[in-house]
């Protein structure tokens, strides 16, 4: 049975990075679009960053692009999203989330804490 898991999360000053990791159990179709959303406190699900598990493409959204990068290890199975320059907006749980396309989700991880302090 197909299964993400993340791991990574934690607590950072502003301007400090974390990295996460999503273990995918079972097996990944090139198709698939592999994908970060975060939820903040008392705020909806808000998409990241997506990868295209075959062609390794990749997707930020503006509030991330050029502090954030995705990428995906085939070999081991996971998808990482590195975090530099961290802010305190950035403090949500964060989502590991497979689908076919960017913001279509069939199968979500449990989550992560990220909390970034100023």
């Known amino acids: 049975q197909e299964r993400l898991e993340e791991s990574g999360g934690g607590s950072v000053q502003a301007g400090g990075s974390l990295k996460l990791a999503c273990t995918v159990s079972?097996?990944?179709?090139?198709?698939?679009?592999m994908q970060w959303v975060r939820q903040a406190p008392g705020k909806g699900r808000e998409f990241v960053a997506a990868?295209?598990?075959?062609?390794?493409?990749?997707f930020y959204s503006d509030s991330v692009k050029g502090r954030f990068t995705i990428s995906r290890d085939k070999a081991q199975n996971t998808v990482s999203l590195q975090m530099n320059s961290l802010k305190p907006e950035d403090t949500a749980v964060y989502y590991c989330?497979?689908?076919?396309?960017?913001?279509?989700?069939?199968?979500w991880g449990q989550g992560t804490q990220v909390t970034v302090s100023s």
């Open positions: 989330a497979k689908g076919r396309g960017i913001a279509e989700y069939d199968l």
């Open positions: 079972g097996r990944t179709y090139s198709s698939a679009t």
């Open positions: 990868i295209r598990w075959g062609a390794g493409n990749s």
